[in-house]
């Protein structure tokens, strides 16, 4: 890395970040909701040490990955900033031990198994893993996440768990072609949110949004966008 090619990265990175608060601002008016309550992960995967550390000297300190070793690689690279690390890939069995060593957050939990397993393997020495249940809201029985009607026997089974405090719940659906369509299917998200908090767990994290659709979920309701693309760039799959 030469200093100029540094130098450059950060400016269209801060840029860029800038876009994106600016469009959750505009996406709050719209809403009348208050733009503190939606929060921004940076979605850096693929993007190296270099774009994490651009982006955080541009303000930003939340940071979410899908690959994890790829993700524990560059913790280590970057291990002198103070970063809160999001685990938003698929997690296996053979993976939990990682997470629960390596990231404050898991937006990804589907299954009790995978959870009891970062709750007895998370470090005595750290906070509760934050954790998210992902929720399959557009069907799709192939997709990842528990179906909405299983959704609150998991959040309670979750919650017991002694080192894992349950935020919220996240949801990655599919694309669709139209604002009103996007944000049906966000709202199927908000309304098990409700149903859940309503039930009396202390929940208040709802993980939704992308680059594509962050306007969308915002509107529905959602307290936590995850946007790549429009913070680094696009992303060439290849390296990871
Ligand atoms: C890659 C990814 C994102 C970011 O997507 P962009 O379209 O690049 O903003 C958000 N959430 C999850 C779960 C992802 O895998």
Known sequence: MVWY??????????????????????????????????????????????????????????????????AVDKMAALADLSLQWHCIGPIQSNKTRLVAEHFAWAQTVDRLKIAQRLSEQRPPGLPPLQVCLQVNVDGGATKSGVAPGDVLALARAVAALPRLQLRGLMCIPDPVADFAGMQEVFLRAKAVYEDLRAAGLPLDTLSMGMTSDLEAAIHAGSTLVRVGTAIFGGRSYAQG
Do not use: W
Request: proline residues 3%; aromatic residues 6%; glycine residues 6%.
């Open 5 to 70: 090619a540094y130098a450059t990265i950060m400016t269209v990175i801060a840029t860029q970040l800038q876009a994106v608060h600016a469009r959750i601002a505009a996406a709050c008016h719209a809403a009348g909701r208050d733009p503190a309550d939606v929060s921004l992960l940076a979605v850096s995967k693929t993007f190296g040490p270099d774009a994490v550390r651009a982006a955080h000297a541009a303000g930003q300190t939340a940071f979410g990955e899908n690959y994890i070793q790829e």
